[in-house]
Each structure stands twice: as C-alpha cells, then as structure tokens.
Nanobody, 127 residues
Framework: QVQLVESGGGLVQAGGSLRLSCAGSGRTFSLCNLGWFRQPPGKEREFVAGIIRSGGHTYYADSVKGRFTISRDNAKNTVYLQMDSLKPEDTAVYYC????????????????????WGQGTQVSVSS
C-alpha cells in the first residue's frame, strides 16, 4: 500500500479557487489509479474525480465537470485537484485514494476499488 497525505484545503469565497495536493509514499505510487472523493457535512462520501496511472485518462462527477481538474506528477508521487468556480455546495472533507492496478476494470466511482486513503483535508466555501 501507499501512504497518502492531503494538503491545500481551506476557506474560500464562492467563485474562488483552491488546489489540493496529495503526496504518496512508496515505490508503487506510479502503478496506481488515483481518485478524489469528498464527504459533505451530514452526507455520504462521494466520488469527485479519478485518473489512471499514466495520467492519460480522467473521470469526473457531473457536479464538478468543467470546474475541477485532476492531474498527477508521478515523478513527485503527487496527485492534484484544481478546483475553480467553487460553490458553497463544494464544502466537504476531501480525500485522495489509491487503487493498485491489478488488470481489472477501473471502477473509478466505487470506494471499494481503492485500497489506500488519505486522512482528508477540509474545504469550506462561503457564499
């Protein structure tokens, strides 16, 4: 497994931007598909974005498509989530997660697909 640590959360006004980072330890980081999830207050955790291990394909929840961008730098063992045009409903604890590729289909929206999780970082968007 890889160890994951998120950073970059904070308080921002609606319409603003934040960039989250998730640093991974371990030699297998580049072999993992990576995802971002979030848990709004009082709600279930939900998928936000995913990226395959090469970075060549990305996936987004409909609620963030066109506003958020996931990217990765395998040389730095880091995955990013650029969040633009933030809305109050984006307020949540954001988690990054890693899925060690095993040859099966990447079910990017399913929490059970991921075997390593970070501790989360709080993002609060004021209106």
């Amino acid at each position: 497994q890889v160890q994951l640590v998120e950073s970059g959360g904070g308080l921002v006004q609606a319409g603003g931007s934040l960039r989250l980072s998730c640093a991974g330890s371990g030699r297998t980081f580049s072999l993992c598909n990576l995802g971002w999830f979030r848990q709004p207050p009082g709600k279930e955790r939900e998928f936000v974005a995913g990226i395959i291990r090469s970075g060549g394909h990305t996936y987004y929840a409909d609620s963030v498509k066109g506003r958020f961008t996931i990217s990765r730098d395998n040389a730095k063992n880091t995955v990013y989530l650029q969040m633009d045009s933030l809305k109050p409903e984006d307020t949540a604890v954001y988690y990054c997660a890693a899925d060690h590729v095993d040859g099966s289909i990447y079910r990017y929206m399913e929490e059970s697909e991921y075997d390593s999780w970070g501790q989360g970082t709080q993002v609060s968007v004021s209106s």
